[in-house]
RNA sequence: CGGGAGAUGUCAGAGUGGUCGAAUGUGCCGGUCUUGAAAACCGGUGAGGGUAAUACCUCCGGGAGUUCGAAUCUCCCUCUCCCGGCCA
């Protein structure tokens, strides 16, 4: 959630800022009202309950001195209805700001370029020159076919489409990948978390993937419960309504999990191959840091998850993504995109983000600051995107008859 | 899934209708002492909102109710622990 008292105070510079994220200024006129109808809504609740309050002291006292309370009696009941009115409009006050803030999407950060949409972003550096094929490059699904990797009608089968199933060689090398990333994590030094793949809708609530974005989620029938999108949602969480001290920061958490997406509103986009998958492996890193850290780890994470993709020799670019292309709690985020040789393209593998106190505001992860509580910043990135590691592996290492070769970094997990 | 007990500040644990945001211990922060540390002693220390700062308001798992007044009484829900069943 953003701060609405920096929107209150700098309404203009909010507004501009939020105009990249697809907000409209008639949302942000609401909203303001809204903060402002509640902060009046409380005062006169407040004020008026405070001499409730000092009604019911005297009353105690005058019942122990044996006065008469009769007059005093109407009184308080006369206070009591208006207090009964003023707090469910109070309430009213909340629920109606709340309905709306939670829907906001994060500032985007100063350093953020300006652009409309993925065609701005601006391409940082490109890491290990694409190799030269001197036959075509296959994509992933005819080298799936051809080595028996991916059972993509057995994984309809058993789910429904966008499942598929990895057999012999590449369920082993999916297996070596998560090893892989989570050494190198740990090496890096993030802890090593393991995490309920189902959270509860506070905690989707709190990284902000709800209210927005239910339809995105697999919701348990009949509880308020979710398969995870990523290990973004519990590894954040693991300090939801906590205070840590500044000697505690930075945590650095890193998690395997498999992530469930609906991915409602991408119809028909990559529908062939295992691209964009309902269930995909995933190894996350997630940074709880002060303020003051946060950008110094932010680059550490961009760091790390080039240089995964680096030691696989996995050829790849940085690209920092424009104010208009940014998620809904990101604040500044970096993509990496791998080269698929048999997609002549580069593909997202990892995506690097700094919430600020984004999240941690929604989800009340504060630090003790000398007297003061103060809010987190929260970070999160892939350390990688493993079906999609797979997908590189395969045809970057791929030869002309269709074999793939093993990354030499991966042996040792083989 | 069946039977029993419970949910209070970092934790442990008092409090059973008013002056209780809450004893005491512990932890934490600061200080005295010490070459330094420990021990001992002294002081401070829940969260959120509000204010220039005070006032003031809310919060004792969550919700509803009784009452002038609720941590305390009633109801519902959730969760935890113990016993039994089932089970990796």
Redesign the pocket.
Same mark, same amino acid.
């Given at each position: 959630m953003i701060d609405l008292k920096y929107l209150q105070k700098n309404f203009d510079e909010a507004s501009r800022k939020l105009l990249k994220k697809g907000v409209d200024t008639q949302t942000l006129e609401n909203l303001k009202e809204l903060f402002s109808n509640l #902060?009046e809504a !409380?005062a006169k &609740?407040?004020?008026t $309950? /405070?001499e409730? !309050?000092k @009604?019911? #002291?005297l &009353?105690? @006292?005058y @019942? =122990?001195e044996k006065k008469d309370i009769s007059e005093l009696?109407v009184q308080? /009941?006369t206070k $009591?209805e208006e207090i009964v009115e003023l707090q469910s409009r109070a309430r009213e006050a909340n629920e109606a700001l709340e309905r709306v803030a939670l829907s906001v999407p994060n500032f985007p950060d100063d350093s953020v370029p300006e652009g409309a949409n993925e065609d701005d972003n601006i391409e940082l550096k490109k890491v290990l020159e694409p190799r030269e094929f001197d036959f075509r490059p296959k994509e992933h699904w005819e080298l799936a076919e051809i080595n028996g990797w991916i059972d993509f009608e057995r994984g309809v089968k058993l789910a429904k489409s966008r499942f598929s199933v990895l057999r012999g060689e590449s369920a082993r090398l999916e297996r070596a990948l998560i090893n892989f990333f989570l050494d190198v994590n740990r090496q890096k030094g993030f802890e090593e978390v393991c995490v309920p793949f189902i959270n509860n809708a506070s905690m989707l609530q709190g990284t902000g993937q709800l209210p927005k974005f239910a339809d995105d989620l697999f919701k348990i029938d009949g509880e308020e419960l979710y398969l995870i999108p990523t290990a973004e949602v519990p590894l954040t969480n693991l300090y939801n309504d906590e205070?840590l001290t500044k000697k505690e920061l930075p945590i650095l958490l890193t998690g395997y999990t498999p992530c469930f997406r609906k991915e409602a509103g991408s119809a028909g986009r990559d529908t062939r191959g295992m691209i964009r998958q309902h269930q995909f492996d995933k190894v996350e890193m997630v940074a709880i840091t002060t303020p003051e850290q946060s950008e110094e780890i932010f680059e550490m994470m961009v760091e790390n998850a080039s240089d995964i993709l680096t030691q696989l020799g996995l050829p790849h670019r940085v690209v920092q993504l424009c104010d208009g292309d940014l998620g809904f709690s990101a604040s500044k985020t970096i993509d990496l995109e791998v080269w698929l040789p048999g997609q002549d393209k580069y593909r997202e593998i990892s995506s690097i983000s700094n919430t600020c106190d984004f999240q941690a505001r929604r989800a009340k992860i =504060?630090y003790r600051e000398g007297k003061k !509580?103060l809010l987190v910043h929260t970070l999160n990135g892939s350390a990688l995107a493993v079906g999609r590691t797979l997908v590189a592996i395969m045809e970057n290492y791929q030869n002309e008859d269709g074999s793939i070769d093993i990354p030499k970094v991966l042996k040792k997990y083989m």
């Open positions: #902060k !409380n &609740f407040e004020e $309950k /405070a409730q !309050n @009604m019911s #002291k &009353f105690g @006292m @019942m =122990r009696k308080i /009941a $009591k205070i =504060r !509580n």
